[in-house]
Nanobody
Framework: QVQFVESGGGLVQPGGSLRLSCAASGRTFSMSAMGWYRQAPGKRRELVATITAEGHTGYPDSVKGRFTISRDNAKNTVYLQMNSLKPEDTAVYYC?????????WGQGTQVTVSS
């Protein structure tokens, strides 16, 4: 059974940094494009970072220059380095395949940016 376990969230002040990790199990994702998503209260889940199997990355303007996605295929793990965090980055963060109709969502990890 495919499973994603996200970790690394927490409470951080504006301008701070966090590094999220996502361990995948159930099958290898080395040939899959992967993504980090987030969902803030009352808002739809949004994709904030993607990385292809070849390592090409993509970001929306809202996080470009502040977030960096990476992957370790040997560990079946995806990371999200978040710098210069803003209060509007507060959300539950999830990882999954970067694909329409992705399933098997994990519990996510809460990121709260507040002074």
């Amino acid at each position: 059974q495919v499973q994603f376990v996200e970790s690394g969230g927490g409470l951080v002040q504006p301008g701070g940094s966090l590094r999220l990790s996502c361990a995948a199990s159930g099958r290898t994702f080395s040939m899959s494009a992967m993504g980090w998503y987030r969902q803030a209260p009352g808002k739809r889940r949004e994709l904030v970072a993607t990385i292809t199997a070849e390592g090409h990355t993509g970001y929306p303007d809202s996080v470009k220059g502040r977030f960096t996605i990476s992957r370790d295929n040997a560990k079946n793990t995806v990371y999200l380095q978040m710098n210069s965090l803003k209060p509007e980055d507060t959300a539950v963060y999830y990882c999954n395949e970067a694909a329409i109709g992705a399933t098997n969502w994990g519990q996510g990890t809460q990121v709260t940016v507040s002074s």
